[in-house]
């Protein structure tokens, strides 16, 4: 039997509502102890509907015994919280972008190795069963040898202004909210060892924040390249895209195939076209499975702290060849 362990969710953000309390609701190994919102509104909804225990403060709730912590939080406020929640011996995951520069993450994935707790990034994507088909067809090399990745995120305007991705104060922004994710998705198919080569970023005059950009990535040791998009103003497209020596392979939903949707992958080669309909996963119940795996030390801590700080490090690099 699964020891279950106590974690707290930290925020109470859309993706928390729609798609992470529910998984953790229906795993056996973990316990909700508590979900902390300063909005009082939330308390009959958490405490009603969900039975789940309401705390009007962040640091209440990492006083209830918690193994570990989900954070949720506006993109600012992560590297003081994981800080926090790490000096306290709580294992974290957090939703990305885990910190908003390459200072911050190195901190923190110094002090969870000190510590020895599991840090880990909420790129539920990774964990998908269409990722791993698409890297069983380029192992078995149905595409031949990579030669360049593409992939794009974007998103219509949020019709709701006071949305905290246009708030330049709380981490907003089309790179810290969509642009991570294509970087995240270069770095599994060109390995860590790369570097963004050139990259713009737009903000308009009427905004505070990059609002759409795009990047050109490079390999240290290779020559397979990757070019990115992301943005917030533009038609939903999200899609990777790999070009290899004999064919390519591209999916339609790289990154959102939520629970209950089939994502669809082409397959294209010289001789044949073939589109699928993969079967549905869940994600986010699979990166909570990974997540109490790595606290019961069944997994490599240290490869999510240099992946996280990796991550870093591009979203750094993009930024300054951006020179916005």
Avoid at 64 to 75: G, M, R, T
Avoid at 263 to 280: M, Y
């Amino acid at each position: 039997m699964c020891k279950k362990l106590r974690i707290g969710v930290l925020g109470n953000a859309d993706i928390a509502r729609r798609m992470v309390i529910p998984a953790l609701t229906r795993l056996d190994f973990f316990e909700i102890a508590g979900i902390a919102s300063l909005s009082e509104q939330n308390k009959k909804r958490i405490e009603q509907e969900l039975q789940i225990p309401f705390f009007s403060n962040y640091e209440t709730l990492l006083e209830a015994s918690l193994d570990a912590i989900y954070i949720p939080l506006p993109n600012s406020l992560h590297f003081e919280w994981i800080k926090t929640s790490l000096d306290n011996g709580i294992h974290v995951l957090a939703e990305k972008p885990m910190s908003c520069n390459l200072s911050e993450a190195t901190e923190i994935n110094d002090l969870a190795r000190k510590n020895n707790l599991v840090l880990l990034e909420n790129f539920q994507f990774r964990f998908h069963s269409q990722v791993q088909f698409i890297k069983q067809q380029i192992e078995k090399g149905v595409i031949g040898e990579i030669r360049n990745v593409r992939a794009a995120f974007g998103v219509p305007p949020f019709t709701d202004r006071n949305n905290i991705r246009y708030n330049k104060e709380l981490g907003g922004g089309a790179l810290l909210d969509l642009g991570v994710y294509p970087l995240k998705i270069s770095q599994m198919f060109l390995t860590s060892n790369i570097f963004v080569d050139s990259a713009a970023l737009a903000i308009p005059e009427n905004e505070n924040v990059d609002i759409w950009g795009s990047a050109f990535l490079k390999q240290n040791d290779g020559q397979v390249t990757s070019q990115i998009a992301f943005g917030f103003d533009q038609s939903y497209f999200n899609s990777l895209d790999l070009w290899g020596s004999r064919g390519q392979i591209t999916a339609e939903r790289i990154f959102t195939a939520g629970p209950g949707v089939k994502p669809k992958v082409t397959i294209r080669t010289k001789d044949n076209i073939e589109q699928l309909s993969l079967a549905s996963d869940n994600h986010f119940s699979k990166i909570l499975k990974y997540f109490y795996d790595l606290i019961n030390e069944e997994g490599s801590r240290e490869s999510e702290y240099m992946q996280n700080i990796n991550q870093a490090r591009l979203v750094d690099e993009l930024r300054d060849k951006s020179r916005v």
